[in-house]
């Protein structure tokens, strides 16, 4: 449900106990599984976020403007002079409690948040400090993060998940033999400056849901940091970073198979990014392997990548995530979950100079099971995805066909039946769901 019908239910249920409809208890119940959002909504967020950000940025370019003829003593006392501003009314607000309204937090935190940046960034600068861009981004990250608990404000939460993932990546762009010697240890700083938004992920009071545009970029911050964390312990492997791709693929597990409440696991899938974020990229990276040069490439990497303590940490938390889901009978992203183990089986079956053909092989056809699962848990009654399933397929067969020795004309009139019947399937799937609303997704 949407959270527009989420509310309508919530104005509703009052007088549905006064007229005996539903018990204290169904009513209950229903409020704990379709809980409002804990935000003002995204009209609220984006007053409250544009209205600072344009009142911040004024302030800095009008600062700029004039900055050269200003004596140091001036330019220290403009520096922390807005930080100091926007501190008395974070406190004012805070005064209000919940009297504050959603759009005067997010605007009091997003404006505290560049005075904090831009403070740190004119003292280093007026005192020649010396250091790296990606350290005045970490600890603006820092500094920025009590804001989000304070103010609970979604627009700080997503600059400084914005701001944890840029800094992951440039950390890890720095190390290896040709970067930066004190380039942070990504692989311990990224997990514990993630850790600092988690609480996020159920809601600010372990009750209520992140809104939407919170819970995206949190997964897709994830992600990211993931790989870079990845990119990096395979470049410290000495194999000339063949061990990513695996890495990636683990670390892709690890965003699919995040644990999620009874509540989360009801919600459709759009409302669980981390499941498509995180499935999409292991799917897309599965269809890569599908050729020869890829899966031979894959094959390698896994090999070295068990040599690397951060592959065995990975193999631990997709081990517990993969535990914890099939015991809330997350049956579908398990199927695609199955698609990291290929490459750690052939790596083990298969001979070190076994050609890419095999594995290449072999993910085809699990990723046509993958697709069949997907379609046969929907018509199970359990959670399924049978679009992704027929896409899945349809992407499969597409590929297939245009590596296949066969004249254009016939790839032609293949296509287009592939076309046809991947809209029948998808017609007939919206008359499916349509005859038995509130089906399961995945």
């Known amino acids: 449900m949407s959270s527009l019908h989420n509310r309508w239910l919530a104005e509703q249920l009052p007088e549905w106990e006064r007229d005996g409809i539903v018990t204290a208890d169904g009513a209950r119940r229903l409020r704990e599984r379709y809980a409002l959002e804990g935000t003002g909504g995204l009209v609220q967020l984006i007053v409250g976020a544009v209205g600072g950000l344009l009142i911040g940025t004024g302030l800095v370019a009008v600062l700029a403007y004039n900055w050269d003829d200003f004596p140091r003593a001036v ?8 930080l100091a501003a926007t501190q008395v009314a974070t406190w004012l607000v805070l005064r209000r409690g919940e009297a504050a309204t959603p759009w005067q937090r997010e605007a009091t935190g997003l404006l505290q948040t560049i005075a ?10 007026i005192y020649h400090l010396p250091g790296r861009w990606t350290e005045l981004v970490f600890w603006w990250c820092v500094v920025s993060l009590p804001l989000v608990w304070g103010l609970k404000s979604q627009a700080v939460a997503i600059a400084y998940l914005v701001g944890i ?17 004190d380039a942070a240890d990504i692989r311990i700083w990224f997990p514990l400056l993630l850790a600092g938004i988690l609480p996020l992920w159920p809601g600010v009071t372990l009750r209520e849901r992140p809104g939407a545009s919170s819970r995206i970029v949190l997964a897709a911050a994830a992600l990211l940091g993931l790989f870079a964390v990845a990119a990096s312990a395979s470049g410290q492997s000495g194999g000339e970073n063949q061990a990513s791709f695996w890495l990636w693929m683990l670390s892709a597990v690890v965003v699919l198979l995040f644990p999620l409440s009874r509540q989360g696991i009801a919600e459709p899938l759009g409302r669980k990014p981390q ?9 897309g990276m599965a269809l890569l392997a599908s050729y020869e040069g890829p899966a031979e490439s894959l094959v ?10 951060w592959c065995w940490l ?5 081990a517990c995530f993969g535990l914890l889901a099939a015991q809330r009978q997350r049956f579908a992203a398990l199927v695609v979950a199955g698609l990291v183990l290929v490459p750690l089986l052939a790596a083990g079956l298969l001979p070190k100079d076994t050609s890419g053909w095999p594995v290449a092989i072999a993910y085809s056809l699990m990723l046509l099971a993958t697709a069949i699962g997907l379609i046969v848990l929907e018509f199970l009654g359990r959670q399924g995805a049978a679009r992704i399933g027929a896409t899945l397929i349809t992407l499969l067969v597409i590929l297939r066909m245009a590596d296949a020795d066969f004249s254009l004309l016939s790839k032609g009139l293949a296509f287009i039946v592939i076309g046809a019947g991947f809209l029948g399937f998808n017609l007939f ?7 038995v609303p509130g089906g399961p997704s995945a």
Do not use: C, F, H, K
């Open 75 to 82: 330019r220290l006392l403009l520096a922390l002079g807005p």
């Open 116 to 125: 904090a940046g831009a403070a740190l960034a004119l003292v280093s600068q």
């Open 165 to 181: 993932a840029v800094w992951t990546m440039a950390e890890a762009a720095e190390q290896g033999s040709w970067g930066a010697a």
């Open 275 to 283: 499941v498509l974020l995180g499935g999409l990229s292991l799917i």
């Open 300 to 309: 390698r990497g896994v090999r070295i990548a068990l040599a690397l303590p």
């Open 314 to 318: 990975l193999l631990v938390v997709v």
């Open 429 to 435: 799937i919206s008359r499916r769901r349509a005859a």
